[in-house]
């Protein structure tokens, strides 16, 4: 039997693909390898959202050509796309595919092994106006699953080369999303991730159909307990939008909505679609509909020319947003992005001075929003032991705000949905104890 290995960089929409590729192979009769072991087969599925990601990637094809020289080695994803000609340059390489025609790899490998020739797989991917159906009716390691919903991107903001990677926005057939949400539901996931390059924009290229009216249908898939949206922007987040969730019994009570910066100059010079006054807007209108909503958000701070005025801005708009939790990101040159052309290059220790100071402030509005849940009893699907401190027997889960929670359990109940109250709030962890098994009756609101 043919064997495989597999190893993705990058988001979680690179490890839904990993995933569609290994039914690929699965299907054609080839077992799957660790990374680190022998394989006739290594896929390495790439990022190239930092120049530090393709660096990675670069890594991680040297590592399988030394472990097995004689491998097919194949690299797909966003750096094989934006860069194909590099990726081929490396000693070893032997088929690059970019971000679409996935399903060609195993054709490709078939025609390596007769004619010995490095093939560069690799298409124009702004020519591409259709999604690329890939299908994952179940995943190996994981409690939630993610369902890719779109591809691509139409925003072209100034310090991101994605658009370049994925091409523009394309939705997937929503007949194929809910045939896939059922067959998820079949296989025991009780939550559902909607993900994709803009994940928010699902629909702006259909007629007639759009994120509301997909949430609305998802909401009748028999089985489903949530519906999470991985990441949706302030100006997709439409009176509809608000109404479906509001209404909804599935969908979370948890949005990410990323800022990128709270100062209404540094937008413009990311070209962000939005001014802070209508994202303060749309959170307040979603928050009155929502109560208790938790709202993630992305913030890059040293963007090219931000001044400590424009910095204390967005320190301050975080402040009054109130979010529950932020990732925050030093910004970081990418080769072939407006951005990286820019005058003005913040120093690297006012950026992580920055970070530091924005990553304290997370932590402190992380505990506020925690706080509020002490004592509540809420809703957990356990998903793994608690790894750093495996005799204690506690599981780690999330609520459905995705709030972490430490949990007495066994394996019995991972990907189950488990009432547990909230002993003692705090960040990253909250420790709670076992309440009972949730079966099947309607969501009760969060508080």
Same mark, same amino acid.
Request: aromatic share 10%; net charge negative; hydrophobic share 35%.
């Given at each position: 039997m043919p064997t495989v290995a597999f190893h993705t960089l990058g988001c979680k929409v690179n490890h839904y693909e990993t995933e569609a590729i290994w039914q690929l192979f699965q299907q054609a009769g080839y077992e799957k390898k660790d990374y680190e072991s022998m394989s006739d087969v290594y896929v390495i599925n790439t990022c190239t959202v930092?120049?530090?990601?393709?660096?990675?990637?670069?890594?991680?094809?040297?590592?399988?050509?030394?472990?097995?020289?004689?491998?097919?080695?194949?690299?797909?994803?966003?750096?094989?796309?934006?860069?194909?000609?590099?990726?081929?340059?490396?000693?070893?390489?032997?088929?690059?595919?970019?971000?679409?025609?996935?399903?060609?790899?195993?054709?490709?490998?078939?025609?390596?092994?007769?004619?010995?020739?490095?093939?560069?797989?690799?298409?124009?991917?702004?020519?591409?106006?259709?999604?690329?159906?890939?299908?994952?009716?179940?995943?190996?390691?994981?409690?939630?699953?993610?369902?890719?919903?779109?591809?691509?991107?139409?925003?072209?903001c100034t310090f991101c080369i994605i658009p370049w990677a994925r091409g523009l926005m394309r939705s997937r057939k929503p007949e194929?999303?809910?045939?896939?949400?059922?067959?998820?539901?079949?296989?025991?996931?009780?939550?559902?991730?909607?993900?994709?390059?803009?994940?928010?924009?699902?629909?702006?290229?259909?007629?007639?159909?759009?994120?509301?009216?997909?949430?609305?249908?998802?909401?009748?898939?028999e089985g489903l307990k949530r519906i999470r949206i991985s990441s949706i922007e302030a100006s997709q987040i439409t009176d509809e939008v608000i109404q479906v969730i509001d209404q909804s019994e599935k969908v979370v009570n948890h949005l990410h909505v990323p800022l990128q910066s709270g100062s209404n100059s540094v937008l413009k010079r990311m070209r962000r679609k939005y001014s802070t006054e209508f994202f303060f807007e749309r959170i307040e209108k979603l928050k009155k509909a929502l109560p208790g909503?938790?709202?993630?958000?992305?913030?890059?701070?040293?963007?090219?020319?931000?001044?400590? #005025?424009?910095?204390? %801005?967005?320190? /301050?708009?975080?402040?009054?947003? +109130?979010? @529950?939790?932020?990732?925050?990101?030093?910004?970081?040159k990418r080769t072939g992005t407006p951005a990286a052309r820019m005058d003005e290059q913040v120093e690297d220790d006012i950026k992580n001075e920055r970070v530091h100071k924005l990553i304290t402030l997370s932590n402190q509005l992380a505990k506020e929003y925690a706080s509020h849940y002490e004592g509540e009893v809420i809703e957990v699907i356990p998903e #793994?032991?608690?790894? %750093?401190?495996? /005799?204690?027997?506690?599981?780690? +889960?999330? @609520?459905d705000n995705y709030l972490k929670v430490k949990v007495p359990a066994d394996e019995s109940l991972i990907g189950e949905i488990v009432k547990v109250k909230i002993e003692k709030a705090g960040y990253p962890y909250n420790i709670g104890s076992f309440v009972r098994v949730v079966r099947d009756e309607p969501k009760s609101a969060v508080i």
């Open positions: 930092t120049n530090t990601g393709d660096k990675k990637s670069r890594q991680v094809i040297r590592r399988a050509i030394r472990k097995n020289p004689d491998a097919v080695v194949c690299v797909t994803g966003c750096y094989a796309q934006t860069s194909p000609a590099e990726v081929m340059a490396i000693p070893g390489v032997d088929i690059v595919v970019g971000t679409q025609d996935r399903h060609k790899l195993l054709p490709f490998i078939e025609e390596y092994q007769r004619d010995r020739k490095p093939i560069n797989g690799v298409g124009n991917i702004m020519k591409a106006r259709v999604y690329e159906e890939l299908d994952v009716p179940a995943f190996t390691d994981r409690t939630r699953a993610s369902l890719k919903i779109q591809e691509g991107c139409n925003n072209f194929d999303v809910l045939k896939q949400a059922t067959t998820l539901v079949a296989a025991g996931y009780k939550e559902i991730v909607l993900t994709g390059i803009h994940t928010g924009g699902y629909g702006e290229d259909m007629k007639d159909y759009s994120l509301a009216n997909l949430l609305i249908d998802l909401e009748k898939v909503l938790a709202v993630t958000s992305d913030v890059i701070v040293g963007f090219p020319g931000e001044t400590d #005025e424009e910095f204390q %801005e967005t320190y /301050d708009f975080i402040k009054k947003v +109130g979010f @529950s939790e932020l990732h925050v990101f030093p910004y970081s #793994e032991t608690d790894k %750093e401190n495996p /005799d204690t027997g506690y599981f780690i +889960g999330y @609520s």
